[in-house]
């Protein structure tokens, strides 16, 4: 018995030590079967200890990569594979291979298992239904699109609300703040005025649990990645263990008040309009009993708090620093008020759908700040999924499971495309002295600006081609609406310079301790 139990240890022990030297070796070693001939970006000498270096670099050190690879490769038209330490190599497309890439099929080339990597999804999103059906994406394209106009005032009313709990109406001294976590309440309270309504969107514990459940998301993902495949089933609910309690404890909230509108519910309840009762109008419209549980509700509603607050937390925490460090910030904010004041002046003072959509200059400023401080590094990347792999139009083959597309910051940040790149110019995308200022410079886009939720091969901050964000409009109404609150509503304090922003595998965010301070205008309060 006692040999049979040493037996059964030294198996195991040899098990591990195998597939942890397999994982080893693969993750930093390994050519992952690309073309010979591809060059490695950090590792150009071709040897394995170099790429497990670079490896090692891209875990803090990808901007430094995927510009160094840009300059020497993309910008001579020739491909090269990115080393990234979570979820493994990618070969970076020229710009000149950006339309074949987008033309593939999805049976070739798949955008979604890039995003269900990037996540981890498959640990992260609490339910497998989460991971590989479409009820998200079809709420968000049919309902929440399709309703940004009818529920714009309560959008404002929230923003009002949350803006006065955040910056405060101090219109004498100022107030110092920290940039991304009053960005993080203030976008948590007005997404919830529309995910789950009032009053359940100023319920101070709920939106704290929120708010930390999309903060953990990414950053559980890239460490669930470098788990090795046999221990992920093991470790992945450890490393999730903070994000699951936040769940569990918003679900003390949330549980009854989808069982309320799934049993019998009133005319009233009928009347929501907010995610739980799209997903339950969803779940008949597709004939679906299982799309309508409680538990599957719920975790969706959890996922969604994630994809609607981190994301436009870092870009308005990245813009408010961009504002605060812009030397022409009187004179921008001067701009942006005189044009909203006189499309609101035509409406009668209504914020509407179409008055909100000519407010070019507010679309400006964001895009602006978007090109240059994008949350996501990658622009469109797609895996390959054909079992025979794909060719390039270069010639080289990739295997099936091979990472392949185009990353978006160099893009942003390339003088030839955007002249004075490294400089933040908030009216760039507008009418300029009659010189019509584009993100393309193959595209006419018609009106006196370009629509912050328009992509294109040289502005990829929501993606590009069909699979670009699909909530993006939702965000841009926000993001919009919250420029021209601030714009109206307070003067910031210049800094002296913009901090810069954080790098983390191919992420990048503000500094979290990054401070402001602003004073409310005389006459708003």
Not at 1 to 22: E, G, I, K
Not at 313 to 320: D, E, F, G, P, R
Not at 339 to 346: P, R
């Amino acid at each position: 018995m006692h040999l049979s139990s040493a037996l059964v240890v030294a198996l195991l022990v040899a098990f591990l030590v195998t597939s942890t030297s397999r994982y080893i070796y693969t993750r930093y070693f390994s050519r992952r079967a690309l073309p010979s001939n591809l060059p490695w970006v950090g590792a150009e000498d071709g040897s394995c200890f170099s790429r497990a270096r670079a490896t090692l670099r891209s875990f803090w050190h990808t901007r430094e990569l995927v510009f160094e690879g840009y300059e020497k490769y993309s910008k001579k038209g020739l491909p090269f594979v990115l080393p990234n330490i979570t979820t493994g190599p990618e070969v970076i497309l020229p710009m000149s291979q950006m339309e074949w890439l987008l033309k593939q099929k999805e049976t070739v080339l798949d955008q979604n298992e890039v995003n269900r990597s990037f996540l981890q999804a498959d640990y992260t999103m609490l339910h497998p239904k989460v991971v590989t059906d479409t009820v998200h994406e079809d709420v968000i394209r049919k309902e929440l699109t399709k309703m940004l106009g009818d529920y714009t005032a309560d959008v404002i009313d929230e923003i009002d609300y949350a803006f006065r709990k955040n910056w405060g109406v101090d219109t004498k001294e100022w107030t110092e703040i920290t940039s991304y976590y009053s960005m993080l309440d203030i976008i948590a309270r007005i997404s919830n005025r529309v995910i789950v309504g009032f009053p359940l969107c100023r319920n101070e514990e709920y939106l704290s649990h929120a708010k930390q459940f999309a903060r953990w998301v990414v950053v559980e993902a890239a460490f669930i990645a470098m788990v090795p495949k046999t221990l992920k089933g093991i470790l992945a609910p450890l490393i999730r263990i903070l994000d699951v309690n936040y769940f569990r404890q918003n679900s003390k909230v949330v549980v009854p008040l989808i069982k309320k509108r799934l049993s019998s519910p009133s005319i009233e309840e009928k009347k929501k309009n907010d995610y739980i009762q799209w997903s339950i109008d969803h779940s008949y419209d597709r004939k679906d009993r299982s799309l309508r549980t409680v538990d599957i509700i719920n975790k969706r509603l959890s996922v969604i708090q994630f994809a609607v607050i981190q994301s436009s937390t870092i870009t308005l925490a990245n813009l408010a620093l961009d504002l605060a460090s812009y030397p022409e910030l009187p004179s921008m904010f001067s701009h942006i008020r005189f044009e909203v004041l006189n499309e609101l002046q035509t409406t009668g003072g209504e914020w509407t759908k179409e008055a909100l959509a000519r407010m070019v200059s507010l679309d400006s400023v964001l895009r602006e700040s978007m090109r240059m401080w994008g949350f996501v590094s990658r622009g469109v990347m797609k895996e390959v999924v054909a079992k025979k792999g794909v060719t390039l139009p270069s010639g080289h083959h990739l295997p099936r499971g091979t990472k392949v597309g185009v990353h978006a910051s160099p893009v942003h940040r390339d003088d030839d495309i955007y002249p004075d790149a490294l400089e933040f110019k908030p009216f760039r995308f507008c009418l300029n002295g009659g010189l019509r200022m584009v993100d393309d410079y193959s595209e006419k886009v018609g009106g006196n600006g370009i629509p912050l939720v328009t992509t294109s091969s040289n502005f990829m901050a929501f993606s590009h081609g069909r699979h670009a964000c699909p909530g993006r409009f939702f965000a841009a109404q926000q993001l919009k609406l919250v420029l021209a609150y601030i714009a109206l509503n307070y003067d910031i304090k210049p800094i002296p310079f913009r901090p810069t922003n954080l790098w983390f595998v191919n992420t990048q965010g503000p500094p979290l301790d990054s401070k402001i301070s602003v004073r409310r205008r005389e006459g708003t309060v």
